[in-house]
């Protein structure tokens, strides 16, 4: 083209004609190439044949080549579905081993060892077996607690072989209980009906006998370790083991406590005292010499000091064996009562406790009502043998109450711990026995001495006087500790009924009522003064009766007085009278009470006038029946009658300052002579 291009000199003139030439020369050239062909037509066969087969070749390897895709593909799927697969195995297979891993340990704990299974179901309770029933007890709570969430995984706690391995521990734990149960209350019976059985436990005739109960704690604690294993597999058991432990041992403790009592009042030698001490027939000095009963409150203190230790322990000892969940009774290193008894270490097990929180439960108030209500079933009637000493030594010396009543309060403030609420209930049943018992004597005391206002007439000192002196000295002989109170409120109690008796009777002679009362209230005083310098409420009696002595005396004396110069102080007290009316300048003119009058009346009252004191002295001593007396109430009527006497004397000078009487001087001159 080029070449063709190059013989041509080219010009825009000349395009169309180069135009028409190519058109030529192209004709020309396709003209040629279609001969070209046509000469070439077996060789194109050829080529079309050979692209013919090429292409059928290459439909064919494109066809291979999809069916070769579709099975690569689906082996990848398939390849892909085994690697899942085996994926799939190899976790299950470690998870199947794990599971495996767990459920031998789940069967481990699950089964249970023939050794165990048969000392729970029929294996023996002596002594010597003792540790394996423990050790089977250890393994079936132990067993039970690996059953329970959260010691089990939560997704065990359902299953069908778990749940079933747990109905046979309940099955075991059941059938256990009731035979330990079973066991221990026979034995518990057994252990005290051989002690009862021998005599030689009790106190005998002419033998008064500790009781001792070493022994039987002894062979108690050797089932001490089963009763808390026992609580840990069902607390509900301790009930019925808790009431045939009471019921047994209550039985041996009444019978200690009738056989010692019995013997205690056998072997006391003390003379009876009377018991009527202010009655009015009886002969004044009976109790002067009374009989020496101290032997009696010693006995009682006997009683006290052997069985309230006892009980103590017996509480204690009850407490901590049959697992209750309260204080010691007894501080380490102290004493029930200040009195110890031999066995130091009767409430103490040896025995740690199984769960660590029952100590922290010490303060459950349930756990203590429920100590103490067993408590009352343990010691329940053995009371009524306290009460046989207290009224025996009652009717032998009533007076006894005193010093029985500070006995018993002594040991009563040495009882502090909160579980032996019992013995703390029989102190006080006791202290209010004995008080009951003393407040009989005391009532009965009060009536001997309301019957005297029986009598006809009562004159001198009444009987109840000197004797309740006599009584009140024996009283303050008998207080020990606490029994302060109780002696105070009977001496209140006579003393009131004392003195309201001698008003009564007082009245019923009033021309002889104050001379009655002084003569009985200075009894009083006399008889009492030495008793009251040292005993409070007595002191106030004193005082008491002090006052109504000298109220008495003035009355008794003003009498007299007035008696034997009537118209003397008529006189005066008609003048004193009217100076609250009139002035006392215009009572002279007044009807009776002109000089004249006032003459008359001095010639009839002062002439013989020793005479008329004599009188007054005679009139004095008249009836008198305490001679000692006299001289003091003579010298009080002298100074009474000076007093008036002045006081007359005074009113004379006032209202007739120009009339002469005997002088206050000389009156007290005369009264001094005779």
């Known amino acids: 083209m080029e070449a063709l291009l190059g013989t041509y000199v080219m010009g825009i003139g000349e395009a169309e004609a180069f135009s028409e030439r190519l058109k030529r020369e192209l004709l020309a050239l396709e003209a040629a190439n279609v001969h070209a062909i046509l000469e070439s037509e077996p060789l194109i066969d050829e080529v079309l044949q050979g692209l013919e087969a090429a292409t059928n070749c290459v439909d064919d390897m494109d066809e291979w080549l999809g069916i070769f895709n579709v099975k690569l593909r689906h082996m990848r799927e398939d390849i892909e579905s085994i690697e899942t697969r085996n994926n799939k195995l190899e976790m299950q297979s470690v998870n199947n081993r794990a599971l495996i891993e767990e459920l031998d340990k789940l069967l481990l704990g699950l089964r249970v060892p023939s050794e165990y299974a048969a000392c729970l179901t029929g294996g023996l309770f002596d002594e010597a077996r003792m540790l394996q029933n423990v050790e089977a007890c250890e393994w079936l709570a132990g067993a039970l607690r690996s059953l329970d969430v959260p010691n089990l995984d939560p997704i065990y706690a359902n299953m069908r072989a778990v749940k079933e391995k747990r109905a046979e521990l309940e099955k075991l734990k059941s059938t256990f209980v009731r035979r330990a149960s079973e066991f221990l209350r026979n034995y518990f019976s057994s252990l005290v009906e051989f002690m009862i059985s021998d005599k030689s436990y009790f106190s005998q005739r002419g033998q008064l006998k500790r009781p001792d109960h070493a022994d039987l704690r002894y062979k108690c604690r050797t089932y001490a370790r089963l009763l808390q294993h026992l609580k840990s597999l069902d607390k509900n058991c301790l009930g019925p083991l808790r009431k045939a432990y009471c019921d047994s041992l209550n039985l041996l403790l009444r019978r200690e406590a009738r056989e010692f009592a019995n013997e205690l009042r056998a072997s006391t030698k003390a003379s009876r005292n009377p018991t009527v001490w202010l009655e009015a027939s009886a002969g004044s000095g009976q109790n002067v010499n009374a009989a020496d009963t101290s032997t009696v409150s010693e006995a009682y203190a006997k009683m006290l000091t052997i069985f309230i230790p006892l009980l103590v322990d017996e509480s204690s000892f009850f407490a901590h064996f049959m697992c209750f969940e309260v204080p010691a009774l007894v501080p380490p290193g102290g004493t029930a009562n200040g009195d110890k008894s031999d066995d130091t270490n009767d409430d103490d097990l040896g025995i740690m ?322």
């Open 353 to 674: 406790d199984i769960d660590d929180n029952d100590s922290k439960a010490g303060k459950n108030s349930g756990e203590l009502a429920a100590l103490n209500e067993s408590l009352q079933n343990l010691l329940d009637g053995i009371q009524e043998d306290f009460y046989a000493v207290v009224d025996w030594a009652y009717k032998i010396d009533p007076l006894r109450c005193i010093s029985m009543h500070g006995i018993t309060e002594r040991y009563l403030s040495g009882q502090k711990a909160d579980a032996a609420g019992f013995v703390r209930l029989l102190l006080g049943d006791l202290e209010s026995r004995i008080s009951m018992q003393f407040s009989r004597f005391v009532d009965e005391a009060c009536h001997q001495i309301e019957r005297n206002e029986r009598n006809v007439r009562q004159i001198g000192v009444l009987s109840y006087i000197p004797r309740f002196a006599t009584l009140a000295t024996r009283m303050e002989q008998y207080i020990q500790g606490q029994s302060r109170d109780l002696v105070d409120q009977a001496y209140t109690k006579f003393v009131s009924i004392m003195f309201v008796t001698l008003e009564k009777i007082a009245q019923t002679e009033p021309k002889y009522a104050d001379l009655f009362l002084l003569e009985n209230y200075a009894a009083f005083q006399n008889s009492l003064y030495d008793l009251a310098n040292v005993v409070p409420t007595l002191a106030k009696f004193y005082h008491q009766a002090s006052e109504a002595y000298e109220q008495a005396c003035t009355r008794h004396i003003s009498m007299i007085i007035y008696y034997q110069f009537e118209r003397l102080f008529q006189f005066a007290r008609r003048i004193e009278d009217l100076m609250y009316t009139i002035p006392p300048e215009e009572i002279p003119f007044q009807l009776g009470l002109a000089k004249m009058d006032l003459r008359k009346m001095l010639k009839s009252s002062l002439s013989g006038l020793d005479k008329s004191i004599t009188a007054m002295y005679k009139k004095l001593q008249k009836n008198m029946t305490s001679e000692e007396l006299l001289p003091s109430l003579w010298d009080k009527c002298k100074k009474e009658f000076l007093d008036k006497y002045e006081s007359f004397a005074q009113l004379v000078a006032k209202i007739y300052p120009t009339e002469t009487i005997p002088t206050v001087v000389e009156m007290r001159d005369l009264l001094a002579s005779m």
